[in-house]
């Protein structure tokens, strides 16, 4: 299985859209996970008329998209589980907050956004994954999204874009 991973998309403030080389890319996928800061339902709308969707809201989002999806949630995909959340505070630390955000459930992965930087390394046997944004990039050098693949194990990579 193929999951594309987006997150701090931010439209219509860093773009009007999504990139049309995120969308060839999410073309591919079975599933999108979209991590928060949409800002914008159109942008819900979009990826839900791509494949199955499952998103969680960012501390940037409204009051119209934060009462639709949780501030987090935990999927069990092709045999795995993954936690899902945005983040909160500085960048420096953001990992260890979000890993405690977690500690009741014994999971494979954690997808996560707000620092707008791509991550994507294992501490511990669990997969660490930010895809950045594909939209903004006041605090990455680059713009990407992600790709989860699901097989014997769980792996990500990072396609800018």
Do not use: C
């Not at 990139?19 to 979209?34: F, G, N, Q, S, Y």
């Amino acid at each position: 299985m193929r999951i594309g991973v987006l997150s701090d998309t931010h439209i219509p403030y860093a773009a009007k859209g999504l990139p049309e080389k995120a969308l060839d890319i999410l073309a591919t996928v079975d599933v999108i996970i979209h991590a928060g800061d949409f800002q914008d339902i159109s942008v819900i709308d979009k990826l839900t008329s791509i494949a199955s969707f499952y998103g969680v809201s960012g501390n940037m989002d409204p009051p119209e998209i934060r009462s639709m999806l949780p501030e987090k949630r935990v999927l069990r995909l092709q045999g795995f589980t993954i936690g899902v959340i945005h983040g909160w505070g500085s960048p420096a630390g953001l990992e260890d907050r979000i890993f405690t955000a977690f500690d009741e459930y014994k999971i494979d992965a954690i997808v996560f956004g707000h620092s707008h930087n791509a991550v994507s390394h294992v501490n511990n046997n669990l997969l660490f994954f930010n895809p950045g944004s594909p939209t903004d990039n006041r605090f990455a050098k680059t713009n990407s999204i992600g790709i989860l693949t699901l097989d014997k194990e769980i792996t990500g990579e990072i396609l800018k874009i």
